[in-house]
């Protein structure tokens, strides 16, 4: 995985985690715009989840943990139900996605390129396929390890 575009760094890791790194806009209003970077992650080890880090230059950094599956129908169709949602729009630079996080009575909408988030999603699916997610779990162990508490 790699790209030309400016903005998007992809890391591809012959090991288990990869990461993508992309510049995107938080959408402020119609003609408002805020660059952020965001920080895809995907674990082998939690494959039903994607961390998310946005960085503001200068200013804070946050960690979302959202769900793998709403990433990658979100660049399709609408995706998500309240704190997260995803959906597909069309700018004039071609394919982008938009996605709502929202946090008490706060709400930040971001756009997002689709072709690399595409590409390294598809990347998450090969080394842990649709379907595979639950598979390695040893169910007795994760059973006994939460029963036993604190």
């Given amino acids: 995985m790699s790209s030309n575009r400016p903005g998007v760094q992809a890391r591809p890791a012959p090991h288990a985690r990869p990461e993508l790194i992309l510049d995107i806009e938080r959408v402020l209003d119609v003609a408002a715009r805020q660059a952020i970077r965001a920080e895809f992650r995907f674990d082998p080890e939690a494959p039903l989840v994607v961390s ?5 230059e200068g200013g804070p950094r946050v960690l979302w943990r959202i769900g793998r599956d709403l990433l990658q129908q979100g660049l399709y169709s609408v995706s998500g139900l309240g704190d997260v949602q995803m959906w597909p729009a069309h700018s004039e630079d071609g394919a ?6 929202a946090s008490r009575d706060m709400a930040a909408l971001f756009e997002l390129p689709v072709p690399p988030l595409e590409e390294w999603l598809e990347h998450t699916y ?17 059973t006994a390890e939460l029963l036993q508490g604190p």
């Fill in 52 to 56: 998310v880090e946005l960085v503001v």
């Fill in 126 to 142: 090969e080394l842990v396929p649709a379907g595979r997610e639950l598979a390695e779990i040893d169910w007795e162990v994760a």
């Fill in 96 to 101: 982008t996605a938009r996605l709502r996080l």
